[in-house]
């Protein structure tokens, strides 16, 4: 059964084709990772995904909800992590936990006893109380993690999730998902640029670049497809191992991209 | 739900009262409005056979305190958006009604609280009240004032993506909308000009209710002060709530 189902999906910014067209189906209890490039269209993906940016055209389906349509309906059954900080540097690490979880409606009888299970997860549990903002940024990204790890719901969005974190935490991260999917079914679709991220942990990889999903399948689908012998090489021929020649659309398009990229962030 | 909004509104709260910079700053102004110009012009006020300036103007720069702080309160979405957590709340299961309540009703209770003081301040460097009772109702009024710009705030803040546009916000805005009201001098006698345009700026009909209950002197009359700030403040939390909805990251 599908739990994600994207069709059509397709987002520009001015001229620029960030995403290309796209259709592709998760299905539930799945680990599904998008693998590309940076600029491929990943985050942008991601974006129209959460419902935070509305497609161009196209429609995404997440656990039977409309997710441009019935956003609000849409919204209940998914969480993210994101790829930059989404943390309140003015709150606590408990007070942004603990506001976490009142947004997503976790009962307040477990609120407490999650917060403190997953700050002492990723080591914070001492500095509780103490502002995010003096935080370092291993300690944000940990805590992000954290957060976002909070409540169970039925699809978990990771973008670039192991950027900027420690191997400890990437282990216990992977392992935690693993047994949410293992006792409730959890889904988790990831974007990311490492190969061999994506090919510890997916089931099935989606390769896109430049806005277009160039092979879907799993990792030994794509090595046979490709005809070659690794995920990496499976990659490097799926979006070209020559570096590319830098004619005058493609630094127009990289600078759209750029322009965009900045932006958002 | 009622939690979500209570959370949302909490983190206005907390923000604030942890910014002590930002709390000393906002009350320096208008303290220094009051002292400056309460006492500067008062002689020259008196002259004129207009009463005490002092009384005259304390209603204005409790009405300045709040549309400062509400506006910026509402701008607060601009620095959120740049921060990342905008978008912590906006993949929240809630909608972005909720969202903006919770925020709009935030910003106001921190500019409702800024005004409370300024109005102890101003009663502490001498301005007088006509009556402690009128003071209940001019919290009303406050609150009212508070609500319709910390919505405004929320809308403009929508449709802005950084802080580049903050100048022009402050001297386009804010600053026309505070010295266009009356808050600083009488509405009564002045060039037509300038009453037409008072009349279409919401804070002249806030100072001149706040006027009216504490000093006893209306220009407009209470229930068309009323009348203008409900319609107003319902005007900017509907616009607020449908830009807000609007927003992409």
Same mark, same amino acid.
């Given at each position: ?265 | ?23 000393? &700053? ?101 301005? &007088? ?10 919290? &009303? ?9 910390? &919505? ?98």
């Amino acid at each position: 059964m599908a739990i994600i189902e994207v069709k059509n999906l397709t987002k520009k910014f001015g001229d620029f084709l960030a995403v290309d067209n796209i259709s592709f189906q998760v299905r539930q209890g799945e680990f599904f990772a998008f693998l590309g490039p940076n600029g491929a269209g990943k985050s942008t993906t991601i974006k129209m995904m959460t419902t935070i940016l509305k497609p161009t055209s196209g429609s995404i389906v997440i656990s039977g909800h409309d997710a441009i349509g019935d956003s609000d309906r849409a919204r209940q059954s998914f969480g993210i992590v994101f790829q930059d900080q989404s943390l309140d540097d003015e709150l606590t690490a408990w007070e942004n936990m603990d506001f976490h979880g009142v947004l997503y409606d976790i009962p307040s009888v477990i609120r407490g006893g999650r917060v403190k299970q997953l700050l002492e997860f990723v080591e914070l549990w001492d500095r509780r109380d103490d502002l995010v903002k003096k935080f370092s940024g291993g300690m944000k990204r940990r805590l992000e993690i954290a957060r976002g790890l909070m409540h169970h719901p039925k699809v978990f969005f990771l973008d670039e999730p192991t950027l900027g974190l420690d191997a400890q935490t990437r282990q216990h991260m992977w392992s935690y998902l693993k047994n949410l999917n293992r006792t409730e079914g959890t889904t988790v679709f990831l974007t990311t640029h490492y190969i061999e991220e994506a090919e510890q942990i997916a089931q099935r990889v989606a390769v896109i670049d430049r806005g277009k999903i160039a092979a879907i399948g799993t990792v030994e689908e794509l090595r046979q497809e490709t005809g070659t012998d690794s995920l990496e090489k499976a990659f490097l021929k799926l979006t070209g191992s020559h570096i590319r020649e830098e004619s005058a659309g493609d630094f127009a398009a990289r600078r759209m991209r750029l322009f965009h990229g900045s932006k958002k962030n | 739900m009622f939690e979500k909004i209570y959370i949302l509104w909490l983190r206005q709260l907390k923000r604030y009262w942890r910014s002590k910079p930002r709390v000393i &700053g906002s009350l320096g102004q208008p303290l220094l409005f009051l002292l400056a110009l309460g006492y500067g012009m008062g002689a020259v006020f008196q002259q004129a056979g207009k009463g005490d300036y002092l009384d005259f103007l304390a209603p204005g720069i409790i009405g300045m305190s709040i549309i400062f702080t509400a506006i910026f309160s509402g701008i607060e979405i601009i620095w959120d958006r740049q921060f990342g957590f905008l978008k912590e709340v906006l993949v929240a299961p809630m909608s972005r009604l909720e969202i903006m309540i919770g925020h709009t009703l935030g910003g106001a209770t921190v500019a409702f609280l800024q005004g409370v003081v300024v109005l102890l301040l101003s009663i502490a460097v001498g301005f &007088g009240p006509i009556g402690w009772i009128e003071i209940f109702p001019a919290l &009303g009024i406050m609150f009212l004032t508070a609500l319709l710009f910390a &919505g405004f705030g929320v809308a403009v803040a929508s449709r802005l993506n950084d802080m580049q546009g903050f100048q022009l916000i402050m001297n386009f805005l804010i600053m026309p909308l505070f010295f266009l009201s009356g808050a600083l001098f009488p509405l009564e006698g002045a060039p037509k000009m300038l009453l037409a345009i008072a009349a279409i700026d919401p804070l002249s009909y806030g100072v001149d209710a706040l006027r009216g209950l504490l000093t006893g002197s209306y220009y407009y009359g209470l229930p068309l002060d009323i009348a203008a700030l409900a319609g107003a403040a319902s005007l900017a939390v509907a616009a607020g709530s449908y830009l807000f909805s609007k927003i992409q990251i």
